[in-house]
């Protein structure tokens, strides 16, 4: 009775080091992000449209291409009015994320710090 346990114990170990190693190998490349840094003429020219139609006139700071699980989208980055803007583009050139943040937030903190250092 104990030697078929054993065995039994053994034949799970067994196919779960021979099945579980490949089943692991293939999850570890999932999920993994390869980001680049292009300029606006290394994009594709849908890409390259929108980015330029979205920023107007605006100086563009960086554009990241980045790669996820076989999709790749470009981030670009501008500043507009004091805030700062981030789009994320498909290769197809569709608006897939636009986001704005306020700029200069660390800058304020400091004066409220300042002020409290006064008193």
Same mark, same amino acid.
């Given at each position: ?8 114990? @053994? ?9 579980? @190693? =490949? ?12 980001? /680049?840094k292009v300029?606006? $003429?290394?994009v594709p =020219? ?14 563009? /700071? ?6 996820? $699980? ?6 670009? /980055? ?12 498909a290769e ?28």
């Amino acid at each position: 009775m104990r030697n078929t346990w054993m065995w039994g114990l @053994v034949s799970v170990i067994g196919l779960g080091l021979l099945f579980g @190693v =490949p089943i692991g190998k293939a999850e570890e490349g999932k999920g993994k992000k390869k980001e /680049e840094k292009v300029t606006i $003429d290394q994009v594709p =020219p849908a890409v390259k449209a929108t980015i330029l139609r979205e920023a107007g006139g605006n100086k563009i /700071e960086e554009i990241e291409k980045e790669t996820k $699980d076989g999709k790749t989208v470009y981030e670009a /980055e501008w500043k507009a009015d004091g805030k700062e803007i981030e789009l994320t583009v498909a290769e197809d050139g569709t608006v897939l994320k636009k986001k704005v943040e306020e700029g200069d937030k660390d800058e304020d903190d400091d004066k409220d710090e300042d002020k409290k250092d006064e008193k």
